[in-house]
């Protein structure tokens, strides 16, 4: 069972710096893509940034390049994503994603808020 829990949540300053985490369980996950998806309240959730199973592509929303990095530990099972810079517009629950052949799953999502 794809099992995805995210962590490294919580309240910083404008300008500050978050980095996330998302432990990964169940399936074989370097075998696949991660992402990492972010939702405002009353919105759909949007993708934020995404990297291939290797690690060695990664893909960016435009209002997160050059601030955000994403990226994995294969031998650790885990996935992350460096937040810096950070804006009271990134306010918003993120979420680890990964498609599992049919299968997509979410992690439960970890709570990032941006203010002074």
């Known amino acids: 069972q794809v099992h995805l829990v995210e962590s490294g949540g919580g309240l910083v300053q404008p300008g500050g710096s978050l980095r996330l985490s998302c432990a990964a369980s169940?399936?074989?996950?370097?075998?696949?893509?991660m992402s990492w998806y972010r939702q405002f309240p009353g919105k759909e959730r949007e993708l934020v940034a995404t990297?291939?199973?290797?690690?060695?592509?990664?893909n960016y929303a435009d209002s997160v390049k050059g601030r955000f990095t994403i990226s994995r530990d294969n031998d650790k099972n885990m996935g992350y994503l460096q937040m810096n810079s950070l804006k009271p517009e990134d306010t918003a629950v993120y979420y680890c994603?990964?498609?599992?052949?049919?299968?997509?799953?979410w992690g439960q999502g970890t709570q990032v808020t941006v203010s002074s």
């Open positions: 994603y990964a498609a599992v052949g049919l299968v997509r799953s």
């Open positions: 169940g399936f074989a996950f370097r075998r696949f893509p």
């Open positions: 990297i291939t199973s290797g690690g060695g592509s990664t």
